[in-house]
Structures are given as structure tokens and as C-alpha cells.
Nanobody, 121 residues
């Protein structure tokens, strides 16, 4: 599966942004999807994941209530709605897919190229 992330940009603190990740190739609806992010000088960290059916989602504890992951299998697309953005949310955001619903990056075998989100104070 090939993944293409989009929707990043420069926004002010307190703004909202929605990222999209489109999947190409094998039917992405059979796979669990996730978002990770990597801030400058930091390790990649888990953001959110959603099961193949969209029936269950999990989030990094620090992001619960502000970020929402969803998917539209008819469009082979997963979304990340980010609200009340903070400067510390600045990072490259990556989407990934894999056979297991997990917060561990090693469980995902296909990755998108990343989209940069910059939040100014």
C-alpha cells in the first residue's frame, strides 16, 4: 500500500487543521491506520490509530480531546482532525498502515512521506 499525506501548513496557535492520508494499491480498508509525528530533534511518537473498520480509535494520552482520527474506506482515506493547536504540536506528521492496531511504530509496514505542521505562537 502506498500512502500520501497532505493538509499540513503554517497555522497560529489555537487554530484547527485536518490532515488527510490517501492510500493507493491494495485495499487499504483491510488495514489498521495510524498517525505518528516527529518534531525537530525528537523521536517519532504515536499520535492516534484506528482499526480497519473505523470502529475503534486510540490516542496518545496527551492528545486526547484535541485530536480525532477517522477514516472513509470508500475513499481509502484516513483523517486527523487537530483542534486547539499548540506550538508544541509542530512536527512532521506521518500516516502508516499495518495489520495490527497498535501505538508502536514497528507494527506498521507502510508509511507516507509526511506532511509538515507548523504552529506559531
Amino acid at each position: 500500500v502506498q500512502l500520501q499525506a497532505s493538509g499540513g501548513g503554517l497555522v497560529q496557535a489555537g487554530s484547527s487543521l485536518r490532515l488527510s492520508c490517501s492510500a493507493f494499491g491494495r485495499t487499504a480498508s483491510n488495514y489498521n491506520m495510524a498517525w505518528f509525528r516527529q518534531a525537530p530533534g525528537k523521536r517519532r511518537e504515536f499520535v492516534a490509530a484506528i482499526t480497519w473498520s473505523g470502529g475503534f480509535a486510540s490516542y496518545a494520552d496527551s492528545l486526547k480531546g484535541r485530536f480525532t482520527i477517522s477514516r472513509d474506506n470508500a475513499k481509502n482515506t484516513v483523517y486527523l482532525q487537530m483542534n486547539s493547536l499548540k506550538p508544541e504540536d509542530t512536527a512532521v506528521y506521518y500516516c502508516a498502515c499495518g495489520p495490527v492496531h497498535s501505538s508502536g511504530s514497528s507494527e506498521y509496514d507502510s508509511w507516507g512521506q509526511g506532511t509538515l505542521v507548523t504552529v506559531s505562537s
